[in-house]
């Protein structure tokens, strides 16, 4: 594999400030990205902004220095691009407009995914964002194959390819695919020989050989990575130590432990307590595909609702796997 660039992609409801600032730590990502801010009508109060990306108080970085993007997701070129100058003010390190969300809600209120069947709607978007915010500030499109299918592609391809975005990440699926594998990787391949701009490969790398696999395929060496960096929070390094031919550093089960407790911590600081055991549920159901260990934890804390007899649980769990 020549020389590979990792990013750590946006996750809705799952990937925090609080998760980037453990996943940034223990993988190396050139950028991770927000979950996205919808954007209708008007420019977003400052504050929407801090809430979405907390690390714009630290210079828009995660604490171990890893640049955050903002994600946007509209279909008003202007106020997209009125959003993101906003966000640059407020120090943003870069911009990535969402081109593949497949909410309903979002759908019906032509965002997202929706778009991808108007390519000339996203090329505008992306042409009119990019001339409006700084030229030394990346802005960068995700988009899946298309729509219903992956006739309009290319198209698609070619509309941004005039529109010069920074880097184009592309999600191997079809909207209407959803997150079914497989990932079709090398449809990414054709398309690169339609743009110079950079692309980044996303889509079921859950693995070493997945990422290996999905390099050859799309013949790109910038990969995005979503639920496998959840599910094995060291993806990337591994990743990385597979390429260098280095050895591969496994996090054991004890450490992963201690992750959760500190996620949960994290969660305690940031929102209200009785918001913090499900996010840490939810990250036991992406790790559970992987360890065991995972998977009886879960099984243990899944109905506990309140905080301190959940953070009890996750000691005693902690405790356990000293011995
Ligand atoms: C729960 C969940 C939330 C997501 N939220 C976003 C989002 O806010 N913005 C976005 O562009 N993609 C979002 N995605 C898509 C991922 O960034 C990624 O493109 C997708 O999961 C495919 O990668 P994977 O197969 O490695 O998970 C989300 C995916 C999931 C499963």
Same mark, same amino acid.
């Given at each position: 594999?020549?020389?590979?660039?990792?990013?750590?992609?946006?996750?809705?409801?799952?990937?925090?400030?609080?998760?980037?600032?453990?996943?940034?730590?223990?993988?190396?990502?050139?950028?991770?990205?927000?979950?996205?801010?919808?954007?209708?009508?008007?420019?977003?109060?400052?504050?929407?902004?801090?809430?979405?990306?907390?690390?714009?108080?630290?210079?828009?970085?995660?604490?171990?220095?890893?640049?955050?993007?903002?994600?946007?997701? #509209?279909? =008003?070129?202007?106020? &997209? $691009?009125?959003? +993101?100058?906003?966000?640059?003010? *407020? %120090?943003?390190?870069?911009?990535?407009?969402?081109?593949?969300?497949?909410?309903?809600?979002?759908?019906?209120?032509?965002?997202?995914?929706?778009?991808?069947?108007?390519?000339?709607?996203?090329?505008?978007?992306?042409?009119?964002?990019?001339?409006?915010?700084?030229?030394?500030?990346?802005?960068?499109?995700?988009?899946?194959?298309?729509?219903?299918?992956?006739?309009?592609?290319?198209?698609?391809?070619?509309?941004?390819?005039?529109?010069?975005?920074?880097?184009?990440?592309?999600?191997?699926?079809?909207?209407?695919?959803?997150?079914?594998?497989?990932?079709?990787?090398?449809?990414?391949?054709?398309?690169?020989?339609?743009?110079?701009?950079?692309?980044?490969?996303?889509?079921?790398?859950?693995?070493?050989?997945?990422?290996?696999?999905?390099?050859?395929?799309? #013949?790109? =060496?910038?990969?995005? &990575? $979503?639920?496998? +960096?959840?599910?094995?929070?060291? *993806? %990337?390094?591994?990743?990385?130590?597979?390429?260098?031919?280095?050895?591969?550093?496994?996090?054991?089960?004890?450490?992963?432990?201690?992750?959760?407790?500190?996620?949960?911590?994290?969660?305690?600081?940031?929102?209200?307590?009785?918001?913090?055991?499900?996010?840490?549920?939810?990250?036991?159901?992406?790790?559970?595909?992987?360890?065991?260990?995972?998977?009886?934890?879960?099984?243990?804390?899944?109905?506990?609702?309140?905080?301190?007899?959940?953070?009890?649980?996750?000691?005693?769990?902690?405790?356990?796997?000293?011995?």
């Amino acid at each position: 594999m020549s020389s590979l660039t990792l990013m750590l992609a946006p996750m809705e409801g799952v990937i925090d400030h609080t998760m980037r600032a453990l996943l940034t730590r223990l993988s190396p990502y050139q950028r991770c990205v927000t979950e996205f801010l919808r954007v209708t009508d008007k420019v977003l109060p400052e504050r929407v902004f801090f809430r979405i990306c907390p690390e714009l108080e630290h210079a828009g970085a995660t604490p171990n220095n890893t640049p955050v993007y903002l994600q946007l997701l #509209g279909s =008003n070129p202007q106020i &997209l $691009a009125n959003n +993101a100058k906003r966000a640059v003010d *407020l %120090g943003i390190k870069g911009i990535d407009l969402n081109f593949g969300c497949p909410a309903k809600t979002v759908n019906k209120s032509k965002g997202g995914a929706s778009l991808l069947q108007t390519p000339g709607i996203v090329g505008d978007i992306v042409a009119c964002v990019r001339d409006q915010v700084p030229s030394n500030i990346p802005v960068t499109a995700k988009i899946r194959l298309g729509f219903n299918d992956d006739k309009q592609f290319e198209t698609l391809i070619r509309k941004l390819d005039a529109a010069e975005p920074t880097e184009i990440t592309v999600h191997a699926r079809t909207k209407v695919q959803g997150y079914k594998p497989p990932a079709h990787w090398y449809r990414i391949a054709a398309a690169r020989s339609l743009t110079n701009i950079p692309i980044v490969a996303n889509g079921e790398v859950w693995s070493t050989e997945d990422a290996i696999q999905c390099v050859k395929a799309s #013949g790109c =060496n910038r990969l995005m &990575l $979503a639920r496998g +960096a959840l599910m094995r929070p060291e *993806l %990337g390094r591994l990743i990385q130590q597979q390429q260098t031919n280095q050895p591969q550093q496994v996090l054991p089960w004890r450490e992963i432990a201690g992750l959760l407790m500190e996620f949960f911590e994290a969660q305690g600081l940031y929102y209200d307590a009785k918001y913090t055991p499900s996010p840490v549920k939810q990250w036991l159901v992406y790790l559970k595909h992987y360890h065991a260990q995972a998977a009886l934890l879960f099984e243990q804390v899944k109905r506990i609702k309140d905080p301190v007899g959940f953070g009890r649980a996750l000691e005693a769990h902690l405790r356990s796997t000293d011995t």
